[in-house]
């Protein structure tokens, strides 16, 4: 029941920071098949960094274009592609942390960008408000978020794309998220606490 009641919480203050933090300012840029042009959507004015990307972990498949790299600790340009969304979760490194590894159980702190396939726009940012924490593993966000969360190091930047499977499925949790919609994330992870 306390866990109920957690999750409750947890999906009332998502739903909070996702109105709060509604943004759209732009589209543009970038080739994710070499023949269509993605849409571009920014949170704010970032510096880049060269940082190569890593392998996701083993099981999951890499993004073909990652969004760009970006500043950690600033917030990240998004590209949501045009072409059709993929049917499993594809996860790729964009700043490779060296920090504490993020293992099932811990807590994490992180802050986040939210993009959709359906707006191609970004309709949640937690740099707008404050950080936002969960326990990895522990069903208190999507799946998509606890499977592809894990291995990730404090300091790094990665990139999620959720398949409504792993997401919120046939659900609309709010606005800007539709039924079956495929997620575009990109999360700075802050802090574990194991």
């Not at 042009?37 to 704010?44: E, K, L, N, Q, V």
């Amino acid at each position: 029941m306390q866990r109920q009641a957690k999750r409750r919480n947890n999906t009332r203050r998502a739903v909070i920071i996702g109105a709060v933090a509604v943004v759209v300012i732009g589209t543009g840029a970038l080739l994710f098949s070499g023949k269509s042009t993605p849409t571009t959507t920014t949170t704010a004015a970032s510096a880049t960094t060269t940082t190569s990307a890593s392998t996701p972990p083993a099981t999951i498949k890499p993004i073909a274009n990652p969004s760009p790299a970006g500043k950690f600790g600033t917030a990240p340009t998004v590209v949501v592609p045009t072409t059709p969304p993929p049917t499993s979760l594809e996860v790729s490194d964009l700043i490779n942390g060296s920090g504490a590894v993020a293992k099932s159980g811990d807590t994490l702190e992180v802050q986040y960008v939210l993009a959709t396939y359906s707006t191609h726009k970004v309709i949640q940012s937690s740099w707008t408000a404050q950080p936002f924490s969960f326990k990895l593993g522990a069903g208190q966000v999507i799946t998509g978020w606890d499977q592809g969360m894990v291995g990730m190091r404090v300091g790094g930047r990665r990139e999620l794309i959720i398949p409504p499977s792993l997401g919120y499925g046939a659900n609309s949790p709010g606005a800007g998220i539709a039924k079956n919609d495929t997620l575009v994330f990109v999360v700075d992870l802050l802090k574990v606490t194991p």
